[in-house]
């Protein structure tokens, strides 16, 4: 199996077109296979700028445009077989169900709330979803 080189990065917002070229430019100079970030502050709006930039490969959960957000991005030297998405926690808990290599694979992608009274509820939610996945994935 090609070995898969992943990265998580929290971008403090990416929905202005410098700051998102500069998140990107950094990504495509590390070679990542995977990437995950969080803290977007993404809305469905800038999905078409995202692909223009980086390619088809790039999945989204968004939330209210200054709070949140996730994106998976896949190198375009990467092109698994997507075989599911969900949205578990729209804006904090992307999960993706691949096909790599003959090999399927759940990837998630989370971002915690970062105010307290939220945060037992969110990890009793992500407790819940991860216990629907497949432990042999």
């Known amino acids: ?12 917002g990416c929905r202005m077109a410098l700051r998102r070229s ?14 995950f970030l969080q ?4 809305d469905p709006t800038a999905e078409d700028s995202w692909r223009l930039e980086w390619g088809d490969g790039v999945y989204f959960s968004h939330f209210m ?11 375009p030297n990467l092109r698994p077989e997507v075989l599911g998405v969900t949205e578990a ?11 790599m290599e003959g090999l399927v ?9 970062t105010t307290s009274p ?13 216990s629907t996945l497949d432990s042999h994935e």
């Open 1 to 12: 199996m090609t070995p898969l080189i992943i990265a998580t990065l929290n971008t403090r």
């Open 22 to 35: 500069q998140v990107l430019s950094y990504l495509w100079e590390g070679g990542y296979s995977v990437v």
């Open 39 to 42: 803290e977007t502050h993404t």
């Open 65 to 75: 445009i200054r709070q949140a957000g996730v994106a998976t991005l896949f190198s």
């Open 89 to 99: 926690v729209p804006g904090h808990l992307l999960h993706l169900q691949v096909r």
């Open 105 to 113: 694979v759940n990837l998630v992608n989370i971002y915690a709330p």
């Open 118 to 130: 939220k945060r037992p509820q969110f990890y009793q939610r992500v407790s819940d979803f991860f």
